[in-house]
């Protein structure tokens, strides 16, 4: 074989072949991005769900709407930094209200005051029945929505002036030029008709 016919028969050196570690890396990565991508489109899709339900939560705590869009910008940083503790399959709208009253709490605590400008009366009425009913949560959200609605306009006005426009109880009385144990008497018994009112539509709700 002649030196040229050698040269011809040497195998030709191509790329050299890639390294199984560094493909492994890449596939673990593009699966990690993946993996985040659809975990954050799981989080847009369950917030933006349940966007009233949390607003409505926090408009029952909360005295102006100011404050609301404050505590609501942060309740959805903490949602999605905490997103991997949710459990699928569990009330996304219980969780994400639980968020936000925690918020509420640090906001309580930014103000340096004793307790909600929103009456904690009224409160009580909404936040504990419906994280512990959080199975019904978005029921009885709308239901007492709907049933504050219902109410008539001196009773709406008293519940509104209240608890929603925080002017004292004494405020009130005067406006409408009855005793302050008249008044606190009025709003106890619009309170216990909010009450059955959300019972009963719930009631209803679930017997359909």
């Known amino acids: 074989m002649t030196d040229d016919a050698k040269a011809n028969s040497q195998p030709e050196i191509g790329d050299p072949p890639s390294d199984p570690l560094n493909t492994t890396d890449a596939s673990k990565s593009a699966a990690l991005q993946r993996g985040q991508l659809d975990r954050q489109r799981e989080y ?33 940083l903490v949602t999605w930094r905490e997103f991997d503790r949710f459990q699928s399959g569990t009330n996304f709208a219980a969780w994400a209200c639980t ?23 009224l409160t009580q009425l909404v936040s504990s029945e419906l994280i512990q009913n959080h199975e019904h949560y978005d029921h009885y959200v709308n ?21 929603r426009n925080e002017i004292p109880l004494d ?28 019972s009963q539509r719930m009631r209803r709700d679930n017997e359909q």
């Not at 009253?101 to 307790?115: D, T």
């Not at 239901?143 to 608890?163: Q, V």
């Not at 406006?175 to 909010?194: C, F, G």
Request: proline share 2%.
């Open 44 to 76: 847009t899709q369950r917030f933006e769900q349940h966007r009233r339900v949390i607003l409505l939560y926090l408009r029952s705590l909360l005295p102006t709407q100011n404050d609301v869009d404050e505590v609501f910008q942060e309740t959805c």
């Open 99 to 121: 968020v936000a009253y925690n918020q509420v709490r640090a906001w309580r605590k930014r103000q340096s005051r004793e307790r909600l400008r929103f009456s904690d009366d």
């Open 143 to 163: 239901a007492l929505d709907k049933c504050i609605e219902m109410l008539p306009e001196h009773h709406r006005g008293l519940i509104e002036d209240r608890y």
């Open 171 to 198: 405020v009130v009385a005067q406006q409408v030029n009855r005793s302050n144990a008249t008044v606190r008497r009025m709003i106890n018994r619009v309170r216990e008709a909010l009450r059955d009112c959300v």
